[in-house]
């Protein structure tokens, strides 16, 4: 049972315009939700986090938006670079300080 | 002046071999956890310690048995290796806030 769901396992995107990636979730007691990059042979990197109380966090080229009645949160790179190419998870837990629980990646490619 | 770090990166072994991984932080975190990261890349957590105490167990095998010596460090010890313990394995830790840092991995390959 997935609980939190990336859809689609890859995307490409042109330098200088928008990535948007999405993530949805199952479980309405989740409440904390983070963005996190991936590059290969390393681990995890914490990019941008949202608490549910807010709908909209941003940090510099990064946007996350979240939708609770949707259950969906969605994260936007504008202008989107080449080293930005990673894979990107999103995360939720239930409360601070709670196990994270992962979706299944989305892996970025960002072409000149 | 690395942040999580794990030893070693990279493991091979025999099924049936018993075998430890290390995990150090030097970020003055309170609670550490183990994921792992299977073929599927499935990123999913196992265990995690909050000051020394054991506060999630996600239903792992016995085999795998965390060790938290202090707030800085958390091991994994694994008794009798399986084909299916081929993974990759990520500690982390974090102080509040659930923003976790990671450490680089360790590749586990059980033959």
């Known amino acids: 049972d997935q609980q939190v769901k990336q859809n689609s396992p890859s995307l490409s995107v042109q330098e200088g315009r928008i990535s948007i990636l999405n993530c949805d979730y199952t479980?309405?007691?989740?409440?904390?939700f983070l963005w996190y990059k991936k590059y290969p042979a390393e681990g995890p990197t914490f990019l941008i986090s949202i608490s549910s109380i807010k709908d909209k966090n941003e940090d510099g080229r990064f946007t996350v938006f979240l939708n609770k009645s949707a259950k969906h949160l969605s994260l936007h790179i504008v202008p989107s670079q080449p080293g930005d190419s990673a894979v990107y998870f999103c995360a939720a837990s239930a409360r601070v300080g709670d196990k994270l629980i992962f979706g299944t990646g989305t892996r970025l490619q960002v072409f000149p | 002046d690395t942040a999580v770090s794990q030893t070693p990166k990279y493991l091979v072994t025999q099924m049936g071999n018993d075998k430890s991984i290390k995990c150090e932080q030097n970020?003055?975190?309170?609670?550490m956890y183990w994921y792992k990261q299977d073929s599927k890349k499935f990123l999913k957590i196992m265990f995690s310690?909050?000051?020394?105490?054991?506060?999630i167990n996600e239903t792992v095998p016995n085999r795998f048995s965390p060790k938290s010596p202090d707030k800085a460090h958390l091991n994994l010890h694994i008794n009798s290796l399986e084909l299916g313990d081929s993974a990759v394995y990520f500690c982390a830790s974090s102080l509040a806030h659930n923003e976790q840092f990671f450490g680089p991995g360790t590749r586990l390959t059980v033959l």
């Open positions: 310690y909050n000051n020394k105490e054991l506060i």
């Open positions: 970020l003055g975190h309170d609670t």
């Open positions: 479980n309405s007691m989740f409440d904390y």
